[in-house]
């Protein structure tokens, strides 16, 4: 019985949306997609197929979303580790890199002993994670700490550092262990220097100095612009605007001061 185009049109979307709907089909099926996407674009346009590609397509319409070839035991255990990393937005480039590995399995290819070094470290990552009690709240205030120095590097430092950018990446989810703590400290490592010393320096109600930037200010303050005035410090240290900042007392007015301006003398 002859098909309607219609009816094939719908035929082609639903089976389209199928594929749409797993990332694994289409990379396993990377053939069939493209193939049943391009049917499905044209069909939707209303452009006529070749006889040929409509025999092809209603095979495929027939044969409905194709199984997933079974994988080996590796397969599976790296399958497994991704479903629990899935959802994690600590692990992308794990779960990413993972399942592209991934297909090389259901395709029955061999990896080389790189990526399977690749895999086992995704599993173990996953694994660790699946397995770790939620973080003490000591461990949960530094970890609010680094995240807030984080914001006072550029994003172009992440993206030429990309292993301190990993550190800090494992931290953001609900889980992370005390090494994964220790690790983004030390990506943050210079900011936390500049942090303890205005902890230990500039508590508030300390004296310190700062610029006068402005005329009104300078003049307030009985200095020229841009030289140095006594002043209060008033508040606690905060990230804001790219930087660690203070508010200070001057003058009789209050003004928010990037600590690096803020001095003893």
């Known amino acids: 019985m002859r098909k309607s185009k219609e009816l094939r049109k719908n035929q082609t979307l639903e089976l389209w949306r199928l594929f749409c709907a797993s990332r694994t089909h289409q990379q396993v099926f990377a053939w ?24 092809i397509l209603d095979e495929k319409i027939a044969l409905g979303l194709p199984e997933l070839p079974s994988t080996n035991e590796a397969g599976q255990k790296l399958s497994a580790a991704l479903q629990i990393i899935e959802r994690l937005d600590q ?25 399977q070094n690749l895999v086992d470290s995704i599993i173990e990552k996953a694994n660790n994670w699946n397995s770790m009690e939620a973080p003490s709240e000591e461990l949960q205030t530094r970890v609010a700490l680094v995240k807030q120095l984080a914001k006072c590097y550029a994003d172009s430092y992440w993206y030429s550092h990309t292993k ?25 490592r210079g900011e936390i220097k500049k942090w303890n010393r205005v902890l230990e320096k500039f508590a508030p109600g300390a004296y310190c100095k700062v610029p006068c930037r402005s005329v009104d200010l300078a003049e307030a303050a009985g200095v020229k612009q841009w030289e140095k005035a006594v002043a209060i410090v008033v508040s606690e240290p905060r990230v804001e605007r790219g930087g660690i900042m203070l ?14 301006n803020v001095t003893m003398r």
């Open 164 to 188: 301190a950018a990993s550190y800090v990446r494992i931290i953001e989810g609900d889980k992370y262990s005390e090494k994964d703590v220790e690790n983004s400290e030390y990506a943050v």
């Open 32 to 55: 069939d997609f493209r193939f049943i996407s391009d049917m499905a674009r044209k069909l939707g346009a209303g452009r006529k197929i070749s006889a040929k590609q409509r025999n």
């Open 247 to 260: 508010d200070v007392l001057i003058a009789g007015q209050v003004i928010a001061f990037y600590s690096r």
């Open 91 to 115: 692990f992308t480039w794990e779960h990413r890199v993972g399942s592209e590995l991934l297909v090389k399995y259901q395709r029955g290819w061999n990896l080389s002993e790189k990526q």
